[in-house]
């Protein structure tokens, strides 16, 4: 048995700034550092794990201090690796590099361990280093403890810094080094980089299956050599795409592929016994999900004309020809992204996950076995149910059709049962206020784009009764309320309103009001304010607390009101209402007399 055999990510960890993938940007700043001699005296490097930080540091410190094989040498951004630093540094036990794990020191007392230290020239190499890993977990007290000797150090020290939450890392911190983004690796860059070691490893691994653990990897460089080194173990000699599959708990892009076809065909039935098949096979359903939502993405991409997929994976996807596929909307796709995405969670967190995923499944289904929002509007539309001036723009003008996939499962209704069956919703019918007969408003008919089509009728107010019936029914609830409260009316006609503003009117309610009006009557109104103060006029507010204190003064008149005041001290008028189908002008009061408290009266 091999005894020194060392893991993938160790034995392939670059050694020179050359070697570090996907990160093309941070060696060549490094590389024109150190050409051109503008070295900063601290570093900081954030990415996510496996992309390359604690490799970049000590390829910095190596480049710092390699003295070349003939111990002459100078400093160089591709080490040798042979000279004493080098090979002293690669081992971890060079006396001048200091590699401190902060998740394991944060304390202020270690930060003084390393300000003492400073001062101290190195004992053979040419800069003292400090790598601190995971710096983020440092305390307050340490960080602020290190921020004077991190702005001006002696000119023999250099800080590296290497962690993965970046907002953790105090401002005053980041102001005095000079930061580095380490990006994701391309999933192409890293499936190519991963068949390169597998071939060094005398291993065939194919592109498929190198595709399929650059994904797994999720752009972690460490991570995809953990799994390529897994995956070198299952196979024999050759890594197919299969082993993968089986041993990441995943399924084959087209079983993933029928699965989602089954849903949106309206085939429930095949689409749970396939989801049950895949379980039974050693899938996991977590991941099932998460591959429907790659479909998913992938297919909207597609829809939306985008040429190239961003997966190489899904990139069959781009010459497929099945009518399910292209007959199903972006917004839909984007409506059962969001499904998947949601019941990822339930299906992670549940005690059952094969049942939730199922459960998911029949929600997808049922969703899809129900007409679009658009195609509900638009029949609306199109029967003259309602105004286009409800619809949203997006809606009005297209043409219902029936939905694309057979519905076995879940019958979704036919066009002709929406048209006989359907109920007007209340959302667009108008309110049930009883307007006489002689102040309805008009309505205006306008051109449908169709011929055969009957004209679509739109609300033209008349008068400023009917234009808070429009507000209403928009639900405009802000210029309802100032229209009531603020506006003292002088002149409305059709296309012209003149009206006097309160105090308390906003400045721009002109403004909205217009724009309201051309909206919905498609027509321009002109919105004139008058601030005449010498015939001030009321507001509705005004004129129906008017109209309220005539009514109660004619009731305080009435001697019957005026025994029961003074039967029951202290009570008092809450409301009135007059009598209906009466010619006599006595008040009944609405609801109750508020009536005092005295028990020797109100006990007989």
């Not at 160089?76 to 081992?91: K, N, R």
Request: glycine residues 4%; aromatic residues 4%.
């Amino acid at each position: 048995m091999n005894q020194s055999y060392r893991v993938l990510a160790r034995k392939y960890r670059p050694t020179v700034l050359k070697d570090v993938i996907g990160q093309e940007t941070l060696v060549r700043i490094l590389t024109n550092a150190f050409a051109s001699g503008r070295i900063a005296h601290a570093f900081m490097l954030t990415g996510v794990r496996g992309v390359g930080k604690t490799t970049t540091a000590r390829i910095i410190a190596r480049s710092l201090n390699c003295i070349g094989p003939n111990g002459s040498g100078e400093m160089t951004v591709e080490p040798c690796g042979v000279c004493t630093h080098c090979s002293m540094i690669d081992q971890d036990r060079h006396v001048d590099v200091l590699e401190i794990d902060a998740a394991s020191r944060t304390g202020v007392s270690d930060m003084r361990e390393i300000i003492d230290s400073v001062k101290y020239m190195p004992v053979s190499a040419r800069y003292k280093v400090y790598i601190i890993d995971e710096v983020h977990m440092l305390s307050t007290s340490a960080f602020n403890a290190l921020l004077k000797t991190l702005e001006e150090p002696p000119p023999h020290v250099k800080f590296i810094f290497a962690t993965t939450e970046i907002r953790k890392v105090p401002i005053t911190v980041l102001s005095r080094c000079q930061r580095f983004d380490l990006r994701r690796v391309d999933v192409e860059l890293l499936s190519q980089h991963l068949i390169d070691i597998a071939k060094r490893e005398q291993v065939t691994l194919e592109l498929p299956a190198a595709l399929m653990l650059a994904e797994a990897a999720d752009g972690s460089v460490r991570d995809g050599l953990s799994l390529l080194d897994q995956a070198i173990i299952m196979a024999d000699g050759t890594v197919h795409a299969s082993i993968i599959s089986d041993m990441l708990g995943q399924t084959q892009n087209q079983d993933i592929l029928t699965l989602f076809k089954h849903l949106i065909q309206g085939k429930m039935h095949d689409a749970l016994d396939g989801l049950e098949q895949l379980y039974q096979n050693g899938a996991d359903p977590a991941m099932i999900i998460q591959d429907l939502l790659r479909l998913t993405q992938q297919l909207t991409l597609r829809q939306i004309g985008v040429k190239a997929p961003v997966s190489q994976i899904w990139s069959f996807l781009s010459n497929l020809n099945d009518e399910s596929l292209n007959q199903i909307s972006a917004d839909r796709l984007n409506i059962i992204w969001q499904m998947f995405l949601k019941g990822l969670g339930e299906v992670q967190t549940a005690f059952a996950p094969l049942q939730t995923a199922q459960m998911l499944f029949i929600r997808v289904g049922c969703y899809l076995a129900l007409p679009s929002p658009g195609e509900i509007s638009s029949l609306l539309v199109n029967q003259g149910k309602v105004p286009p001036s409800l619809m949203p723009q997006h809606f009005v003008g297209k043409e219902i059709t029936a939905p694309t996939h057979s519905t076995k499962a879940f019958s979704a209704p036919l066009k002709s049962d929406v048209q006989q069956t359907t109920p007007e919703p209340q959302a667009f019918s108008r309110p049930k206020t009883v307007v006489p007969q002689e102040q309805k408003p008009d309505f205006v008919s306008k051109p449908s784009s169709s011929a055969d089509q009957k004209p679509l009728q739109v609300f033209m107010p008349k008068s400023l009764e009917d234009l808070l019936l429009l507000l209403d029914e928009h639900r405009q609830v802000g210029l309802h309320a100032h229209l009531i409260q603020n506006v003292r009316l002088i002149r409305f006609a059709p296309g012209v309103i003149e009206y006097q503003p309160t105090s308390a009117a906003p400045t721009n309610l002109s403004l909205r009001l217009s724009q309201f009006l051309q909206e919905t009557t498609g027509k321009s109104w002109e919105i004139i304010i008058n601030n005449d103060q010498t015939q001030p006029g009321l507001t509705i507010a005004e004129q129906r607390q008017q109209q309220r204190q005539q009514q109660r003064d004619m009731a305080v008149k009435n001697t019957v009101v005026q025994q029961v005041l003074k039967h029951f001290p202290g009570s008092k008028i809450e409301n009135i209402r007059p009598k209906e189908k009466d010619n006599n002008s006595l008040p009944v009061i609405n609801d109750k007399i508020d009536m005092g408290t005295n028990p020797e009266e109100t006990s007989e």
